[in-house]
Each structure stands twice: as structure tokens, then as C-alpha cells.
Nanobody, 126 residues
Framework: QVQLVESGGGLVQAGGSLRLSCAASGRTFSSYTMGWFRQAPGKEREFVAAINWSGGSTKSADSVKGRFTISRDNAKNTVYLQMNSLKPEDTAVYYC???????????????????WGQGTQVTVSS
């Protein structure tokens, strides 16, 4: 079992920044891939970014490349999503997720992740 708790969401003006955190517990954090997804009202959950167990490999959605950065601190069992140059279309509930099975590949489909946090709301005003 893995428990994930997100924090750091909030209301920010367009062009601003936020850093989301996701604290993990229950299994050896440094052994699995972590991902961030988001879901806006009326839309499907979409991939944002993923990072491998060591932090040496990352992948991001085209919509956030150059603006969002995923990172992790295995000593703190925490993964981060630094979001800069935020846009109103980034408004969504953001979820972190853990993939315990696909070693060596950064999954981008929500169905490929095994555990999920409860989500944190990010609202970007224009």
C-alpha cells in the first residue's frame, strides 16, 4: 500500500507560480515512478509530468513543457511540481500518482498508475 497526500494548491493570477508537493508513505518511495495528472471540470484526467525512481529521467506533456518542472526528494519521500507562467487553462484539480510496476518506463496513462492522492485545487485567474 502507498498513501499519497498533495499540498500546495491555491488561487494565483495568470503569470504566477505555485509549487505542489506530494508526500508518500507505505512503500519504499525511491523504488517507483511518480506522476502528476490534472482534471478540469467536465474533462478527462490528463497527464502532466512523470519522474523515474532516481529523478534522472522525466517526461512532461507538451502543454506544460518549459513552464512546469517535476522533481523528487527521496530522502523526504516527496515529489514536487513547480509550476511557472501559469495560465487560466491550467486551472484543475492536480493529482499525484505512483506507478509501482513499470520499471524503466514513464507511464503517461492514468490507468497505468496504481495509487492516487486526493488531489489539490489549482485556480489561475486571468
Amino acid at each position: 500500500q502507498v498513501q499519497l497526500v498533495e499540498s500546495g494548491g491555491g488561487l494565483v493570477q495568470a503569470g504566477g507560480s505555485l509549487r505542489l508537493s506530494c508526500a508518500a508513505s507505505g512503500r519504499t518511495f525511491s523504488s517507483y515512478t511518480m506522476g502528476w495528472f490534472r482534471q478540469a471540470p467536465g474533462k478527462e484526467r490528463e497527464f502532466v509530468a512523470a519522474i523515474n525512481w532516481s529523478g534522472g529521467s522525466t517526461k512532461s506533456a507538451d502543454s506544460v513543457k518549459g513552464r512546469f518542472t517535476i522533481s523528487r526528494d527521496n530522502a523526504k519521500n516527496t515529489v514536487y511540481l513547480q509550476m511557472n507562467s501559469l495560465k487560466p487553462e491550467d486551472t484543475a484539480v492536480y493529482y499525484c500518482a505512483a506507478d509501482l510496476t513499470r520499471i524503466g518506463r514513464l507511464a503517461t496513462e492514468a490507468r497505468e498508475y496504481d495509487y492516487w492522492g486526493q488531489g489539490t485545487q489549482v485556480t489561475v485567474s486571468s
